[in-house]
């Protein structure tokens, strides 16, 4: 019973591994306004440099970035 299932764990690593090798999942970033406590952050940004860009003008916040699940 034991050897059937590690085949099965290798068989499957084996399969999913390339998927995300061939398909990496696109980052997102987020902006959270200084003060906006209550409001939703803009997530729209594709690197932190971006972000942080559209930050500075704003007076200020912090960026951090969106974990897909």
Not at 7 to 35: M, T, W
Not at 40 to 59: H, I, N, V, W, Y
């Amino acid at each position: 019973m034991q050897k059937a299932a590690l085949v099965i764990l290798i068989v499957s690593v084996a399969i999913v591994s390339p998927a995300f090798a061939i398909a990496p999942v696109a980052a997102k970033y987020c902006a959270q306004l200084r003060g906006a406590a209550g409001e939703k952050p803009d997530c729209t940004f594709k690197t932190l440099q971006e972000c942080r860009a559209s930050l500075k003008g704003k007076g200020g916040g912090h960026c951090y970035r969106l974990h897909h699940q």
